[in-house]
Structure formats: structure tokens, C-alpha cells
């Protein structure tokens, strides 16, 4: 009994740490997607820039790892604005095909220049002392890091909700959202709404691309493309555009994925793959999205 508990417990940990990371990383392509209509398929780039950016900062510069994390957020976020405004915003109303075409040539471009200047190897960053090592919680051992990504990323998801639902300039992107033309016509510079949205979705990922370097076995050029398709996963099941779908659809599916690489090691990556069929084909829209 005591050794099942001890798999249940390990599972939740670690699946739920796993799962915050996907909903830091993936709210931002939920909210730009749904707010744009835009198929921005180079998001996991800017995560991964956000990554590279937090291992020069830490490795290199010993510059503290919160200190390097919320440096990372910014420098993406405001590195951005610049594609919104003179790459993306020309094909907000082009076909679809166009859109992903742009984006994955952003994606090779990017992979290309870390490739350049970090090289192909993956790389990791030495710990604060306070991550480092296990914490007794009584009934398990957990790794602090662990531990800490459940802490940061419910302060995080605390922290959206709130600007989202509680404030003035969360209350314009949801009317964008939800009506663009009826926002416009209420006085909401859409617009402005727009690139201010896309950077703090990117600086979004760049945390993420940070606190997953620890979780994800380092950060490398690759990352773009090999997280890509769980980015968007989590994205498709929890609905275009929805906070609370975005959150609810990568706590399933972190959680689901851990449980399904733990207990069957040799096929559990399928799982994952196996549950966003069974939800689409229940709900096309997503869990949360509008029918």
C-alpha cells in the first residue's frame, strides 16, 4: 500500500510540475491564436530563445537564476514587438498556408542562429542552492525544483487570471477576443491590444523556456520543433483563446503524459497523443472552446 502511494504521489508531483510548465509556455500561443486567428507555429522559438537567454545570463554573467528568468521574460517580450509589427501584422488576414509557411521559416532561422552561436549541444545551469537536492514532505521525497515549478507556476496562473478578469486591460482582450469589430467600435485600439498581447505571450514562453531547462534536460536548438506539437496539443484540447481551458487541458495532459511514460515507459509517449484524439473527436472546439 505504502509503495502505491508513493507512485500516485510521484506521479501528481511530477505530472503537475510538467503540467505548469506546458500552461506557462502554451498560454501565450492560446491567447494570440485566439485573439489573431494567427498561426503562429515559431511560439516554442521564443521559448527557446527565452531559454538560451537565461543560460548566458546564469552560466556566463552569474547573474541569480529569478534575476536571469525575469531579465529573459522581458528581453524576448520587447525582442517581439518587432515581429508583430513588421512580420506578422502583413498576414493577419493572408490564408492560413501563408501564415505557417512564415513561421516555420522563422523556426529554421532560429534553430539555425542558436545552433550558430551556442552550438548543438544541450545546455544546462547549476541550481541556487535552495533548488538543489530533495524535500520530506512526510508521505515522499520530491525534488525541490519540482516542488518549486508547482509553487511558481500556481503564482503565475494566479496572476493571469487576475489580469485577466480583474483588470481594465484584461477586460479589452477578452472583448477582442470574443468580438473584434464590436471592441473597435467601442473605442478599443485592437491593434495596440494586439502587439501588446503577442509580447507578453512571448515573454510568457521565454519564462517557461527558463524554467524548463531543468525539467526538459536543457535547453537546445531543436527545442523549437521537438516541443512544437505539445505546445499545440494543449492548446487544441483546451480551446483557441481560453485561460481556463488552456490551464485545465495542460494539467490532463501533463499529468496523463508523466503517468504514461512512468508506468509504460517503452509506448507511454503515445498516450498523450491517444487522449487529444478522443477529446477532439468528442469536442472539435476544444474543452472550453465555443461550439
Known amino acids: 500500500m505504502s509503495s502505491f502511494l508513493n507512485e500516485i504521489s510521484t506521479v501528481l508531483v511530477f505530472g503537475l510540475a510538467y503540467a505548469m510548465l506546458l500552461f506557462i509556455i502554451s498560454v501565450g500561443l492560446s491567447i494570440t491564436m485566439g485573439l489573431m486567428g494567427f498561426a503562429n507555429l515559431a511560439h516554442g522559438s521564443f521559448a527557446m530563445a527565452g531559454g538560451y537567454v537565461t543560460v548566458t545570463l546564469v552560466s556566463q554573467m552569474n547573474v541569480p537564476f529569478a534575476v536571469a528568468l525575469l531579465i529573459a521574460f522581458i528581453v524576448v517580450a520587447f525582442l517581439s514587438i518587432p515581429f508583430e509589427r513588421f512580420l506578422y501584422r502583413h498576414l493577419y488576414r493572408r490564408p492560413e498556408l501563408d501564415q505557417v509557411l512564415l513561421t516555420i521559416g522563422l523556426v529554421f532561422v532560429s534553430i539555425a542562429g542558436v545552433t550558430f552561436i551556442w552550438g548543438p549541444d544541450p545546455h544546462l545551469i547549476l541550481m541556487p542552492e535552495y533548488l538543489q537536492g530533495s524535500i520530506n514532505l512526510g508521505f515522499n ?6 516542488i518549486f515549478m508547482i509553487v511558481a507556476g500556481a503564482v503565475i496562473v494566479a496572476g493571469l487570471f ?4 480583474r483588470t481594465s486591460i484584461g477586460a479589452k482582450i477578452r472583448a477582442a477576443v470574443d468580438n473584434r469589430r464590436m471592441a473597435e467600435s ?7 491590444i494586439f502587439t501588446w498581447t503577442f509580447a507578453l505571450g512571448s515573454g510568457m514562453a521565454a519564462l517557461g523556456g527558463g524554467l524548463g531547462i ?3 534536460g536543457g535547453i537546445k536548438p531543436v527545442f523549437a520543433f521537438e516541443y512544437l506539437v505539445i505546445f499545440l496539443i494543449v492548446v487544441a484540447v483546451g480551446g483557441l483563446g481560453n485561460i481556463r481551458g488552456t490551464f485545465f487541458a495542460a494539467l490532463i495532459l501533463g499529468i496523463i503524459d ?3 511514460k512512468f508506468y509504460f515507459p517503452e509506448g507511454g509517449a503515445f498516450v498523450i497523443f491517444a487522449v487529444t484524439i478522443l477529446v477532439l473527436l468528442i469536442r472539435p472546439q476544444g474543452l472550453f472552446g465555443k461550439a
Open 141 to 146: 521525497i520530491f525534488p525541490k525544483y519540482r
Open 162 to 165: 487576475y489580469g485577466l478578469e
Open 186 to 192: 467601442c473605442g478599443i485600439n485592437t491593434g495596440r
Open 214 to 216: 531543468q525539467i526538459l
Open 258 to 260: 508523466f503517468a504514461g
